[in-house]
Each structure stands twice: as structure tokens, then as C-alpha cells.
T-cell receptor
Framework: ETGVTQSPTHLIKTRGQQVTLRCSSQ?????VSWYQQALGQGPQFIFQ???????GRGNFPPRFSGLQFPNYSSELNVNALELDDSALYLC???????????????FGPGTRLTVL | LAKTTQPISMDSYEGQEVNITCSHN???????ITWYQQFPSQGPRFIIQ???TKVTNEVASLFIPADRKSSTLSLPRVSLSDTAVYYC?????????????FGAGTRLAVHP
């Protein structure tokens, strides 16, 4: 069983550019969530995809968008990059249990994005 | 979603028991309490989750008093490899989706 993988590991972009980050979910997981983690802070929820549809969104502008594919892998796209977008971007996969408890999320190692 | 408050940092020594307390005064009836651990340059990792009383697994124990307004993560006999940031999270699954709200966490430093 493979864990959550993300690519690329590191990325450097300039202001105004666009970036696409990729995530492969853990085997058997149909839900993917994306988080942004600035240096020294906790991860902030961006959005979640369940069976290829956006299932919830945090307080991020529309230039943050995503996709989930039939194999449950996912992409995070960020347009018109700003300096404040520099952060570690984390992907987490989970499988809904339908119970009241929060589903355990399995995080990937993240993509470190630097915007110059 | 209930807000959580936990110490910014803690120090301990190898072999000691570490207790990290989290305050969540506005916890809702359906909320669960979950703890994650994060090492530098890695994604967070699930440690333990509970609703009330005490939960124990192979790595930690979670103590939740009857009023559920706080919780304590207990790490028995820590080692240097337990140096990490520990996050307390409170929430449920509104509309069926599983959003985790992280605070700043507690930075635990274990010394030899």
C-alpha cells in the first residue's frame, strides 16, 4: 500500500505566474484535501474533493482551484501568484467512514512553493 | 468549529512523561477531539482521537474530562524523536466533509 505522494518537492515561481501541484492519494481513499502552511503556522484548509467534485472550501480566493481525477489523484492550481503564496502545500487523503468521528487524514510530504 | 488554545512550546527530557493540555471552551455536542503530530518538512500525522473519557493507543493517551472543555494528550516516556509540533483539533463533519482546522500547535522539544 503506497502512501500519499506529492510533486514536485520544491518549486520556485515569480509573481503573476501560474502553478500546478499534484497529489496521488493513498490506495483506497476517494477524498483529497489541500492545505497551505506558511512558515511557523499550522496548515490552513483550502478545499476538499470527494469523487471528483469540490466538497468544501476554506477562505481562499477563486484563483486557488483544483481538480480530482477518476483515479482520485488531484491537482491544485494557483493563478496570478503573489508573494504571500509562498508556503508548504500539503495534500491529505482520507476515506469517509460515515461515522461522527473525523476521518483520519493521511498527509503527503508537501510541495514547498517559493514566489519571488 | 470550536477554537482551541494550547501552549506555544514545551520542553522535556528523554524518558519523561509529557502532558499537553488543550482548551476548547466552545466545543459542540457533536465535536470530536483529535491530535496530530508534525515533524519538520513533513505533513502532519494522526496520533489519537476521542469524544469523552479516556482513549489510549500504542503511542499516546487522550484524557477528556466530563465537561469536554479541555483535553490532555499524554506521551509516555518521550524520546528525542518525539520532538515535533503537536496540534489539537476539534470538530465534526458538517455536511459530511472533513475539514481540519489547525491552530499554531505546541512545539515540543525533547532534550537528552
Amino acid at each position: 500500500e503506497t502512501g500519499v505522494t506529492q510533486s514536485p518537492t520544491h518549486l520556485i515561481k515569480t509573481r503573476g505566474q501560474q502553478v500546478t501541484l499534484r497529489c496521488s492519494s493513498q490506495s483506497g481513499h476517494n477524498t483529497v484535501s489541500w492545505y497551505q502552511q506558511a512558515l511557523g503556522q499550522g496548515p490552513q484548509f483550502i478545499f476538499q474533493y470527494y469523487r471528483e467534485e469540490e466538497n468544501g472550501r476554506g477562505n481562499f480566493p477563486p484563483r486557488f482551484s483544483g481538480l480530482q481525477f477518476p483515479n482520485y489523484s488531484s491537482e491544485l492550481n494557483v493563478n496570478a501568484l503573489e508573494l504571500d503564496d509562498s508556503a508548504l502545500y500539503l495534500c491529505a487523503s482520507s476515506h469517509p467512514t460515515g461515522q461522527g468521528a473525523l476521518d483520519t487524514q493521511y498527509f503527503g510530504p508537501g510541495t514547498r512553493l517559493t514566489v519571488l | 468549529l470550536a477554537k482551541t488554545t494550547q501552549p506555544i512550546s514545551m520542553d522535556s527530557y528523554e524518558g519523561q512523561e509529557v502532558n499537553i493540555t488543550c482548551s476548547h471552551n466552545n466545543i459542540a455536542t457533536n465535536d470530536y477531539i483529535t491530535w496530530y503530530q508534525q515533524f519538520p518538512s513533513q505533513g502532519p500525522r494522526f496520533i489519537i482521537q476521542g469524544y469523552k473519557t479516556k482513549v489510549t493507543n500504542e503511542v499516546a493517551s487522550l484524557f477528556i474530562p466530563a465537561d469536554r472543555k479541555s483535553s490532555t494528550l499524554s506521551l509516555p516516556r518521550v524520546s528525542l524523536s518525539d520532538t515535533a509540533v503537536y496540534y489539537c483539533l476539534v470538530g465534526d463533519k458538517p455536511g459530511g466533509y472533513n475539514k481540519l482546522i489547525f491552530g499554531a500547535g505546541t512545539r515540543l522539544a525533547v532534550h537528552p
